[in-house]
């Protein structure tokens, strides 16, 4: 038997109550619409959907599939220092030089960022002189700062962040090195990903479970000041928060986060995508999927 359109049964959800079976029927319905969009579109792309409430459903779609991580390697590294204030290792208010003069992983040669590349320009025009720590780490996540990204990263070591997460059992999540080493790209050594790790490091977040209740709070308002709204928020009401990070490079376009109804309750969501001939196309289809999911959350 053919399961009932997704709109009909949300409208039978809303009308009626929901049951435990009629919640299945609905969340399999929705992943059946997610995946006839992805299908109808080139590129490969991962889902990874949680409620966090005491039902626990979930979705996954690819939800192992490796993926240049791009700028949502940018939450790991903020995850990283906030593990160290909490071993009093440093603080928010310690301060680090500004620098744009960075070693390649592959042989130690040296490389500098481009201003005309990276979307938070100002930083640059601070060279030389010296920034709080807590203002970097903002810098990386609201603006996608590629340049406090590199100076955090050689600051707190790229290995270091990589161990962290496979202690949170994030072993999906690499980090190598900074963003804009050519040599290491060339070479295939890239920062990599997957949706269920990400999705991991969120819900420990969202849960204040992520180095101290404390930090997980401070982080949360971070991700919540994101600059870069054009994917899970875009098509969401604007009483709808999101805190979340972004990430594009050439096919490839990612947005991760923690998204808080006005009732209360959240979600975790994890959307991946790459080898997107048209980036604004896969854009559209990632809002889409966001949209589907809130409107699924809505009716239970």
Do not use: W
Request: aromatic fraction near 6%; glycine fraction near 4%; proline fraction near 3%.
């Amino acid at each position: 038997m053919r399961v009932l359109p997704y709109l009909l049964l949300l409208i039978l959800c809303t009308k009626c109550g929901i049951n435990t079976e009629t919640r299945t029927n609905l969340l399999t319905d929705l992943e059946l619409q997610i995946l006839d969009s992805i299908h109808s579109h080139h590129g490969l792309f991962a889902v990874a959907f949680k409620m966090l409430d005491s039902t626990n459903q979930s979705l996954f779609i690819n939800k192992n599939t490796q993926f240049h991580a791009a700028s949502t390697m940018k939450t790991p590294v903020m995850i990283e220092a906030f593990k160290r204030i909490e071993l009093a290792q440093f603080t928010l208010a310690d301060s680090l030089q500004i620098t744009n003069r960075f070693k390649s992983i592959v042989d130690q040669s040296e490389f500098e960022l481009s201003v005309s590349d990276d979307s938070e320009p100002e930083l640059y025009q601070q060279i030389n002189q010296y920034r709080a720590i807590g203002d970097l780490i903002e810098l990386m996540i609201t603006r996608s700062s590629n340049l406090a990204n590199n100076i955090l990263i050689e600051y707190l070591g790229a290995e270091n962040i990589t161990q962290s997460m496979e202690d949170l059992g994030a072993g999906g999540i690499k980090i190598l090195r900074g963003v804009e080493d050519i040599k290491a790209f060339e070479s295939g050594l890239n920062n990599t990903t997957d949706a269920i790790s990400l999705m991991i490091i969120f819900e420990k977040m969202a849960n204040l479970q992520l180095v101290s209740e404390s930090a997980s709070r401070q982080m949360i308002d971070i991700l919540k000041k994101q600059q870069y709204n054009e994917v899970i928020p875009a098509k969401l009401p604007p009483e709808v928060q999101t805190a979340h990070k972004t990430g594009s490079i050439t096919g490839v376009r990612h947005d991760s986060g923690i998204i808080y109804l006005p009732d209360g309750r959240k979600y975790v969501l994890i959307l991946l995508s790459k080898d997107l001939p048209e980036v604004e196309t896969g854009t559209r289809l990632l809002q889409n999927i966001s949209r589907m999911i809130y409107d699924y959350v809505e009716g239970i």
